[in-house]
């Protein structure tokens, strides 16, 4: 019997090639716009499975896949997938959560420190020859111990980040979330708010929400206008959660104090974008869960994932659990 086929267009370490290449047929593919090459869009009519991220998988593109029956994506977001499509098309959707909680929790508690101490901006103070004197209030950042942080969306990583922040910094905890948390409530002491309650009274807001119709632009011009000016603002979830252009604003008018950002509307960042210039910004280019053991966990399990799922057994990931009828 001849191997099913599968297309590889993320990383995996030559290791978990040579293991997918025991039980399948396997092609690697390496472009940068995948969704026009024509390689692969002739690769896909035989493809049973596929591995990968940062490719927007539309209906067109499933359309060329007719044997098409699972893809792994190499992330725990799922925004690039149209999942109900997948469903109804009965091609399983699997994801990678869990193994990449504390890494990207450490970019989020990264961003709160480097934006609340100007890490990045008084680095740069050292490398232009400016530090002359000593540091005087015009160097001054703001404590991140004993503050009051702010989650929005309470899931695994919004956990870990309030988790660092409540055992390790002392911070108040707060979250808004669909529905309450009463271990982690218990645990940090952390407490539900409505969103806008939220906003006012934290001195970290810090966005973990999953990307999906109801959280696209979620914070917006009204929201940041309800945030303290010495607000600092953290979005490691996805860059359409925000109004970019309303954030732009809000920190050039100071109506909050600082951004941590390592998501934006379009990635790569257009380089017109002024973000990554403004002084009271920390941009990072989505290294969310890119550590070496991370990313290499993570291509595992979707090594993992697409192998159960193509050897007819349950993957240990399913976004869309409704394709799931074995008993
Ligand atoms: C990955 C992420 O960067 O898992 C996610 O949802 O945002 C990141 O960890 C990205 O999807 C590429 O693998």
Avoid at 120 to 142: N, P
Avoid at 269 to 278: D, F, R, T, V, W
Wanted: with cysteine; net charge negative; aromatic share 6%.
């Amino acid at each position: 019997m001849s191997k099913k086929s599968v297309l590889v267009y993320g990383r995996l370490t030559d290791d978990q090639l040579a293991t997918l290449a025991r039980d399948f047929d396997v092609t690697h593919f390496s472009g940068t716009d995948l969704a026009n090459d024509p390689a692969f869009h002739k690769a896909l009519q035989g493809a049973h499975g596929l591995v990968g991220a940062s490719l927007a998988i539309t209906p067109d593109l499933l359309d060329m896949a007719p044997r098409l029956e699972a893809i792994a994506s190499v992330s725990v977001g799922v925004d690039n997938y149209p999942v109900e499509e997948l469903t109804r098309r009965g091609i399983l959707l699997c994801n990678t959560p869990d193994v990449l909680t504390e890494t990207t929790a450490d970019t989020g508690f990264l961003l709160i420190m480097a934006t609340a101490r100007r890490a990045v901006e008084l680095a740069e103070f050292i490398k232009r020859g400016d530090w002359e004197a000593g540091i005087g209030e015009a160097q001054f950042g703001s404590d991140v111990h004993g503050k009051t942080l702010g989650m929005v969306g309470f899931g695994r990583i919004g956990a870990a980040i309030a988790r660092r922040g409540a055992l390790g910094f002392g911070m108040k905890i707060l979250y808004s979330n669909a529905s309450p948390k009463p271990e982690l409530e218990a645990e940090l002491g952390a407490e539900r708010r409505e969103l806008d309650a939220l906003l006012a009274e934290a001195d970290f807001v810090c966005v973990t929400v999953p990307l999906t119709a109801a959280t696209e632009k979620l914070i917006g011009a009204r929201e940041f206008s309800l945030m303290k000016p010495s607000g600092i603002f953290v979005n490691i979830a996805r860059g359409k959660v925000v109004d970019e252009p309303a954030l732009i604003a809000a920190l050039e008018t100071g109506e909050i104090k600082a951004a941590g950002l390592d998501v934006f509307e379009q990635e790569p960042l257009p380089s017109e974008s002024p973000l990554p210039h403004m002084k009271n910004v920390v941009a990072l280019p989505h290294i969310g869960s890119a550590t070496t053991e991370t990313r290499n966990a993570m291509a595992q399990r979707a090594v993992d994932n697409i192998t159960l799922a193509l050897k007819g057994q349950r993957p240990i990931n399913l976004v869309n659990a409704d394709t799931w009828s074995k008993p």
